[in-house]
């Protein structure tokens, strides 16, 4: 075990202080399970890896993008730590070859499943905050992510994001989203419309633009990052 907790930090590029978090990190629960005694799984690792891997990537969109707004922002993020981008960088680094799964996991093909790999993904960048602190789990995440970053914050623009939503509503909702024009301000020739979505689940957004059209697609943009936070598909 010594030797591949060796081999698996090099594969990773991060050698651990304190070995034992980086076990704790490969521990999957089935297997915890079916050890005589107590052993700790990777779920509270998991836990505090999922945090520190959406700050700091978090911080560094922040900076990589200055003139980009949240909506923009979020949505990127949110393609960066989907679970099926972190089982991908979890395969590339070999993580799969390394994690202690039961008996009944492993025969289930546990170990090529994307939620499994990118849960010990979160859980090995936990291990690394806890043995390096904060600027080691930046490094590390930043080496890992080195070929991931977007080289811009516009979002893809096929179709309009009006259009986007309707079909995203119609998939999940089997209903569309309505707006209503909720007022305007400003003098005649600057006039600024203010617009409120509201989504078939009742969640509403709202939105001004200098024109009624501009106001609906900026709501729309909004309404797109919620759907895709609250129902993630792989």
Wanted: glycine letters at 6%; charged letters at 30%; aromatic letters at 8%.
């Amino acid at each position: 075990m010594v030797e591949d907790f060796s081999r698996l930090q090099q594969c990773i590029h991060y050698r651990f202080s304190q070995v034992k978090h980086l076990a704790t990190a490969l521990t999957h629960s089935s297997w915890a399970n079916e050890q005589q005694d107590p052993v700790e799984d990777n779920e509270r690792l998991e836990f505090l890896g999922d945090a520190v891997l959406e700050l700091c990537v978090t911080e560094e969109l922040f900076k990589m993008f200055g003139e980009a707004h949240e909506g923009q922002l979020t949505k990127i993020r949110s393609k960066l730590v989907k679970e099926k981008s972190l089982a991908d960088i979890a395969l590339e680094l070999n993580l799969n070859d390394f994690i202690l799964l039961g008996k009944g996991e492993e025969t289930q093909g546990g170990r090529t499943r994307n939620s499994l790999m990118a849960d010990a993904m979160e859980a090995v960048i936990g291990a690394v905050f806890l043995d390096g602190g904060y600027q080691e789990a930046h490094k590390f995440i930043l080496r890992i992510f080195k070929d991931k970053w977007p080289q811009t914050f516009k979002l893809e623009s096929s179709k309009d994001f009006k259009s986007k939503l309707q079909e995203s509503t119609q998939s999940i909702f089997k209903e569309r989203p309505t707006y209503v024009l909720t007022g305007t301000k400003g003098p005649e020739h600057e006039k600024i419309f203010m617009v409120e979505l509201t989504l078939p689940d009742n969640k509403t957004f709202n939105s001004e633009g200098s024109s009624l059209k501009k106001a609906e697609q900026m709501a729309a943009e909004e309404a797109l990052v919620y759907l895709e936070l609250s129902h993630k598909t792989d």
